[in-house]
């Protein structure tokens, strides 16, 4: 849904998929979003229908250690408890607003593709013809698997048990060794998620299987009853070695699966998305070349990479047994000191995502901040500029300075005043340019320093030609 937002916002038309008939109640993913997504929804004017349904609070954690980032320069510096099924809902409304048709109970079965667009076969028998198409369908993919792509990576070696139940005696509730006990979103119930002693099961999860694992975690199962849900998740990590065949993409779990560890699933694939759909916008209306869309590779699969990498870290902390236990320990002591909580918390938070764009400035390749800025039509702040998904070329010196007439039917040319400090989690202070070019996503292109040195190319790079479209030969 958030690619289909994008996509939509850049006047493209988009169609979604989905086998569901609504978004499933009885079930809980993924529990909130970290602060960059935060920032995402907010560089869209529309993070305020989130914070409105969900509590900002401090979530952030590595391996269950618990990491304050309210010291962070970011308008968002928290996290959102926010359930899936309210950010699906939220997600629905909105791209029901920018006019997205949804064509749901319906499933991709396979689909072709040619130099000039994708067949797309559906599981009623009908078919699309579309330029692109892009799977967003799990960490089953049906599309990752019909393009053939390597979903390369680990094996699971931990099971867990995740359930929504009541119970006649109260637990205490809190972390446990690789699992937890805690109060559900409804009044009475009960969330427990624990580890369960093996890995392959042949069977879905049944009320005896919650008894046998409280047993096994506290001595007793406080007389378990009443069962909503249950589920089971492991450690199965895996990355596709490449998100782009052709005309063919992934994004969000299909690209990458992971442990839920620190809560970054549903972050990192609406992160793809935001990163992949100005692009595919572009390429689609043939203002940029295809080869645009290996930079949606280039970009996202590093930092796929990196979750995957800190969540099989945090399953050996959160395993049970002493020499987990002291590896969390010292792990913890190491936390509690400002250098490396501020390094680890801004990898999990997504506030320091820095794309390889070339060497330059501190500011190139990593997100805008949000600054407070003065302009001719009066104060605003820059995600407010983004609201149209349009980049920006931010000009923070003399007025008239630069001439990007070729592309202004793409880029918003904005004078303006900023005076104060320029503020990047991790980094700290850096030096403040005179102006940057910031893409659609939020992250800065180019940064200048009093002069239109290396402007021009950059706005090829990533906008298109100043003819309003690019080379055929190229």
């Not at 064509?103 to 079965?109: G, H, L, Q």
């Not at 960490?139 to 680990?154: N, Y």
């Not at 820095?354 to 104060?379: E, K, Q, V």
């Not at 592309?407 to 004078?415: E, G, K, N, T």
Request: proline share 6%; aromatic share 6%; with cysteine.
């Amino acid at each position: 849904m958030m690619l289909a937002a994008e996509l939509a916002l850049a006047q493209v038309d988009v169609v979604i998929i989905e086998r569901r008939a609504t978004p499933d109640p009885d079930r809980a993913r993924a529990g909130g979003l970290h602060a960059r997504t935060i920032e995402v929804l907010d560089q869209r004017g529309v993070a305020g229908r989130f914070l409105e349904a969900g509590n900002a609070m401090q979530i952030q954690g590595f391996g269950r250690i618990r990491l304050d980032i309210s010291d962070f320069p970011s308008r968002h510096n928290y996290g959102l408890a926010l359930p899936q099924i309210q950010t699906e809902r939220l997600l629905t409304a909105w791209v029901d607003e920018l006019g997205v048709p949804v064509m749901r109970e319906r499933e991709v079965t396979g689909f072709t593709q040619d130099d000039t667009g994708v067949d797309v076969a559906l599981s009623d028998g009908a078919s699309i013809r579309a330029d692109y198409l892009v799977g967003c369908d799990g960490g089953r993919s049906v599309i990752r698997t019909a393009a053939g792509i390597e979903f390369a990576g680990w094996d699971p070696s931990t099971s867990w048990l995740m359930a929504e139940v009541e119970m006649t005696e109260k637990p205490e509730f809190g972390l446990r060794p690789g699992g937890g006990i805690g109060p559900a979103g409804t009044e009475g119930r009960i969330q427990v998620v624990l580890t369960e002693p093996q890995v392959e099961h042949t069977t879905e999860p049944t009320l005896q299987d919650v008894s046998d694992a409280l047993i096994a975690a506290d001595g007793t199962d406080y007389g378990v009853h009443s069962l909503s849900w249950t589920s089971r998740f492991t450690d199965n990590t895996r990355q596709a070695t490449s998100y782009r065949d052709g005309r063919v993409l992934l994004a969000g779990d299909a690209a990458h699966v992971h442990p839920p560890l620190g809560g970054q699933g549903l972050n990192l694939g609406v992160q793809d998305a935001v990163n992949l759909g100005w692009k595919l916008a572009q390429v689609v209306k043939e203002t940029s070349p295809q080869s645009l869309l290996d930079t949606y590779h280039d970009e996202r699969h590093p930092v796929g990479a990196r979750v995957l990498q800190n969540t099989m870290a945090q399953v050996a902390l959160t395993s049970p047994g002493d020499r987990h236990e002291a590896l969390r320990n010292t792990m913890a002591e190491l936390l509690r000191m400002d250098e490396p909580r501020r390094s680890i918390a801004a990898m999990m938070s997504g506030l320091d995502i820095h794309y390889d764009l070339g060497p330059g400035h501190p500011l190139l390749g990593r997100r805008m901040p949000d600054l407070d800025i003065a302009t001719a039509s009066g104060p605003l702040r820059v995600y407010e500029l983004l609201h149209r998904a349009r980049p920006v070329l931010l000009n923070l010196g003399q007025p008239g300075i630069f001439d990007i007439i070729p592309w202004a039917d793409r880029v918003q040319l904005i004078d303006a005043d900023y005076g104060g400090p320029w503020e990047l989690p991790v980094l700290g202070s850096v030096s403040a340019p005179v102006a940057v070019l910031i893409r659609p996503d939020g992250y800065v292109a180019w940064v200048g320093d009093g002069s239109d040195r290396g402007l021009r190319d950059a706005l090829t790079t990533w906008f298109g030609g100043a003819d309003g479209g690019w080379n055929q030969g190229s």
